[in-house]
């Protein structure tokens, strides 16, 4: 049973409530004391620890993504958006995927260091790095951290090929660096755009940078040649699915040269929180919503399976695919991005290693 938190504490949040992580020993209940008193409720405030990494590189294969490693500077997301399928991430940390997820940020101060040794192993082979595939890179917290881009100097000065998903404005502090990049092929962006309404983004994704915000970072990485996707995701059956088309006209608009989508996923805790959301937000859509993802997953809420997770099947999916396909091929968005260059990989120089004098 949900234990919501009240709205009071929980202003500026998407999640509800903050369950007990399934791998936490205790269940969190309130416990009355015997005092009869009353307490001022705090709101919840994004409380930040730091973490050193032994490791980054996180390698994968699964054959829905288009890459094989990714690395987080981050753990939970202060974005905080209720649709997120990282949000059972957190449990593994002893945590609630639910508010603490979005309250309770872990940094990795020393994660560029650790990036650097483990470019410079031996055997390493190059190939495209990704960040923001899990937790957004450009989060509020990047503003005081700074770990993203001392992340980018690392590759920078490696030449190593990097591919960025973001929903942060936080990524054009780092356009001089990207702009180099971007001139050998290294970097490509994506940024992603989940409605253009106010109004929807703001109940959905509570601390991302408006729509107009996010047109705005395509357009500006756009002008500096850095090539930049428009990601249309999740889309959200009966809530904003009537966006597609009018999503990527304004990214095209804007500057984006290429398109991707998914839709909405709900692993694990993160379907009883979209749900409980659904009821506060949307209640008069919620069993449609609900319906709709249901139909695409043979009944159930989600489907982890391989070439089916992503996109879901049946007439519905195909419909949405199929309005897609149209509309990016009508604003020349079908193309895929161009591909990132490995070939000028310098290796880093190891500990105790001396520079070559020839």
């Not at 993203?148 to 990524?171: Q, S, Y």
Request: hydrophobic share 40%; aromatic share 6%.
């Amino acid at each position: 049973m949900s234990h919501p938190v009240e709205k009071e504490r929980r202003k500026g949040r998407a999640a509800a409530s903050n369950e007990t992580g399934r791998f936490e020993l205790h269940a969190r209940e309130p416990v009355d004391d015997g005092w009869d008193l009353a307490e001022e409720l705090q709101v919840l405030r994004t409380e930040l620890r730091e973490e050193q990494a032994r490791s980054l590189i996180t390698y994968n294969r699964s054959p829905d993504l288009p890459f094989d490693r990714s690395i987080n500077p981050y753990r939970g997301c202060e974005h905080g958006c209720i649709y997120c399928f990282a949000r059972p991430s957190h449990a593994y940390l002893g945590m609630s995927p639910g508010l603490d997820f979005e309250t309770r940020i872990i940094s990795r101060p020393n994660a560029a260091e650790v990036l650097a040794q483990e470019l410079g192993r031996r055997g390493y082979a190059v190939a495209p790095l990704a960040i923001g595939t899990n937790t957004d890179p450009y989060q509020p917290v990047e503003g005081r951290c700074g770990i993203m881009r001392d992340c980018l100097e690392v590759l920078w000065e490696h030449r190593h090929p990097v591919a960025i998903v973001t929903k942060g404005t936080g990524i054009l502090r780092d356009i001089d660096l990207l702009r180099q990049m971007a001139k050998l092929g290294l970097v490509r962006v994506g940024v992603s755009v989940t409605s253009l309404d106010p109004e929807v983004s703001r109940r959905m994704e509570p601390r991302v940078p408006a729509p107009a915000k996010r047109l705005q970072v395509i357009a500006a990485l756009a002008r500096e040649g850095i090539p930049v996707r428009v990601m249309v995701s999740p889309v959200v059956p009966g809530l904003t699915d009537a966006e597609v088309e009018a999503i990527l006209a304004a990214a095209r608009e804007a500057g984006a040269t290429s398109a991707s989508w998914i839709m909405l996923r709900l692993p694990r805790e993160v379907s009883p929180l979209f749900q409980d959301w659904l009821a506060e937000h949307y209640p008069d859509r919620a069993a449609r919503v609900m319906t709709r993802l249901r139909e695409m997953h043979g009944g159930k809420e989600y489907d982890a399976n391989w070439h089916r997770r992503m996109r879901g099947e049946g007439p519905y999916a195909a419909m949405i695919a199929q309005r897609f396909r149209t509309a990016a091929r009508r604003l020349g968005l079908d193309l895929p991005q161009p591909a990132l260059r490995c070939d000028l990989f310098k290796v880093p120089v190891r500990p105790g290693e001396q520079l070559s004098l020839f």
